[in-house]
């Protein structure tokens, strides 16, 4: 291997310009490996929403009332899951992609159309007759549209559960 038998000032200033400059690489590099990161934790729960539900909704006509029994929505990534300390379970971790749901009613008019979401953050059932409503708060997570039945009627209205099991949201159903 051939030794370097003498180097001007300028030479050695020429390799140390080249050594700056490699680090300035590495260091945007890094900078710019962060940024994919926070990128993907961000992206997985916009691009994992796609969800099924196990929920069934009750319609009773007597007291114009919507009940479920408790349930889960779930998105795509719910297999993939890994658990951080704190408990946070996640393929991304601080997003979760299994939600929990409780039993409870809600009053609501017959004869209409409503759609149903769950809110993870407030721990609520929402039912409105506009999409829109839902579909502007990115936290909640679209449930099913379904018809509510006359004052005289009572019976299964609709949901993921309804259909024997577990059903992909967003589901319409007019069982009225």
Do not use: E
Not at 10 to 38: E, P, S, Y
Not at 66 to 74: A, E, I, M, T, Y
Not at 145 to 168: E, K, N
Request: hydrophobic share 35%; aromatic share 8%.
């Amino acid at each position: 291997m051939p030794r370097i038998a003498q180097l001007t000032l300028d030479q050695v200033n020429r390799q140390i310009d080249t050594i700056d400059a490699l680090q300035k690489q590495i260091a945007d590099l890094q900078q710019q490996m962060a940024h994919v990161g926070q990128t993907s934790n961000i992206a997985d729960p916009i691009h994992a929403p796609l969800t099924t539900n196990n929920l069934s909704f009750t319609w009773t006509g007597g007291s114009q009332s919507l009940s479920w029994l408790q349930g889960f929505v779930k998105d795509k990534n719910w297999q993939a899951q890994t658990i951080a300390s704190p408990t946070v379970i996640s393929s991304a971790k601080g997003q979760f992609h299994f939600f929990a749901i409780s039993s409870g009613s809600l009053s609501v008019a017959p004869s209409t159309y409503y759609w149903m979401g769950w809110d993870p953050v407030h721990q609520i059932m929402l039912a409105t007759p506009d999409a829109a409503t839902l579909h502007g708060n990115r936290g909640v997570h679209i449930i099913c549209q379904l018809y509510t039945g006359t004052v005289g009627q009572t019976g299964v209205a609709g949901g993921g559960g309804s259909t024997g099991g577990v059903d992909l949201s967003g589901s319409r159903y007019k069982n009225f």
